[in-house]
């Protein structure tokens, strides 16, 4: 019989392809949220003509999204990674629920106020971001390579689905009254459920599946101390102890700045890698490409096939399971 402390799991453990499944939908919702207000952009564009909204609130966005990371990376040793994860998904939903009440409020109506409120929700989804990405690859770091897998392909998942919906909303309303706000409305709706969906998923199903449960109990009993609460919320109310003393220079972490100088050329290659996916998509792809037959369509289909490519690239990446 196998023991919480043993390296391989126990058999008859299950849960692992739901596992996989909730990994894969809380990955999309931890970016959903980000794309869908990069695919809205025809319906901003159109809202605020002056503003150069794709290019401001992408700059909006990611100075909140570093500055919050790098706050949470501090403290990352003091951090309820529960709390943290549910933060994020919860601010998700009610960012992107905003986002529909701002412009059911506003009846559609542009203008200076508008648009700072629309940047205010885009710092808050770059706060939401930094909380939920970090979190869950840290949480689910503790577990099977399957799972991040499964996370990592749901983020790259995300911005195709959003794009999608966007083509769909926008072809079911393009030859009614006002039907680019009616789409807006509608694609809107959709995602604040989403988020939604991925808040209770987390929240309520995933600690109870017995693989996840089974992974947390071993990270305790290694010593991890962000997984007390995931550990109460899947009914185990008392931490797994060691059962062996071990050298204490085993279990020491290693500091940031040392993971930083260690991992210098990854760091440099994410830098450069986002500098140049910013530089061109959003802005320059809806702003300075000049007018085409595609109309109010172009910008939908670019950010379409954009996301298709990065997708393609992610899942080559990781879906390879070795």
Known sequence: MATPHEDVPPANLEGKYMAMAVCW??????????????????????????????????????????????????????????????????????STLLVLVLDLATSGRGGLGTFIGICAISGAFGVADAHVQGGMVGDLSFMRPEFIQSFLA????????TSSLRLVTKAAFENTKDGLRKGALLFFGISSFFELLCALLYALVFPKLPIVKYYRSKAASQGSKTVSADLAAGGIQTLPQEEAEEDPKQLERLSNKELLLQNIDYVIDMFLIYM???????????????????????????????????????????????
């Open 25 to 94: 939908l809380l990955g999309n919702g931890c970016l959903f949220s980000w794309n869908s207000m990069l695919t809205i952009e025809d319906y901003y564009s159109y809202l605020f003509p002056t503003y150069h909204s794709s290019r401001v609130l992408t700059l909006v966005y990611q100075p909140f999204a570093v500055g919050t990371l790098a706050v949470l990376a501090y403290n990352e040793a003091k951090m309820n990674t529960r709390r943290r994860n549910l933060f994020g998904y919860i601010l998700f939903f009610i």
């Open 276 to 322: 140049l996916t910013l530089s061109i998509f959003p802005g320059f792809l809806s702003e300075d490409t000049g007018s085409h037959s595609l109309g109010a369509w172009y910008v939908c289909i670019c950010s379409c096939l954009v996301n298709c490519f990065y997708l393609y690239i992610i899942y080559s990446i990781y879906l390879p399971i070795p």
């Open 154 to 161: 749901g983020l790259a998942a995300s911005g195709v689905l």
